[in-house]
């Protein structure tokens, strides 16, 4: 089955905590990005990846960090969280940047 | 600064009703239009999109028209069903599927 898996899918961590969020996509997709999700905010992209060793920063890539050594796994890194970074998060990725692109079920993170 | 603003927030119909969202950009460079659904606890799926080169899409029950000159777009929902209850996310892009701005999406409830 095609999908986008993300782990861990529910986390509580203090502020300062290093922590880490994984993605995998078995579809052998190019494009990789990640997104958090806010009330009323919609989606926001944090960074993106065309592929391997290739990435960059998308609309809100404060206090984040991304890696893309293999094409098939695209964590999201945050060395020192904090409060604000709250929310909802979801990876996605797509065979190329011109097709629709398949979203994971989410990481709710709470960060006190 | 919301690049796509969409509205209503929230929306109630009842079953076998029309739903109606909609959605507003600035940027004219903007030439993708997508709408996404997203069910509690899963991420955001693929539902229609359009081109600019078009006015209207059609599939199934769901249709974007789309305004070019008032750089408006809207998703209606013919025949409303309790299953299409969901967050309905529209977005635009340049050039690209992948690089998404997002609306801030409406919580749709069809009531039977």
């Known amino acids: 089955e095609a999908q986008v898996t993300q782990n861990p899918r529910y986390l509580i961590t203090v502020t300062g905590k290093k922590l880490t969020v994984t993605c995998s996509q078995n579809m052998n997709h190019e494009y990789m990005s990640w997104y958090r999700q806010d009330p009323g905010l919609g989606l926001r992209q944090i960074y993106y990846?065309?592929?391997?060793?290739?990435?960059d920063k998308g609309d809100v890539p404060e206090g984040y960090k991304v890696s893309r050594k293999e094409k098939r796994n695209f964590p999201l890194i945050l060395e020192s969280p904090s409060p604000n970074q709250t929310s909802l998060y979801f990876c996605a990725s797509s065979r190329d940047r011109n097709q629709p692109q398949h979203f994971g079920d989410g990481t709710r993170l709470s960060i006190l | 600064q919301q690049q796509v603003k969409q509205s209503p927030q929230s929306l109630i119909v009842q079953k076998g009703g029309i739903s109606i969202i909609n959605c507003a950009y600035e940027n004219t460079a903007f030439d993708y239009f997508p709408w996404y659904q997203q069910f509690p606890g899963k991420g955001p799926a693929l539902l229609i999109a359009i081109r600019p080169d078009v006015s209207e899409k059609k599939e199934g029950r769901f249709t974007i028209s789309f305004n070019k000159s008032a750089k408006q777009f809207s998703l209606h929902i013919m025949d409303s069903q309790p299953g299409d209850s969901a967050t309905y996310f529209c977005a635009a892009s340049i050039g690209t599927a992948s690089k998404l701005t997002f609306g801030t999406g409406t919580r749709l409830q069809v009531t039977l």
């Open positions: 990846s065309m592929n391997v060793e290739v990435t």
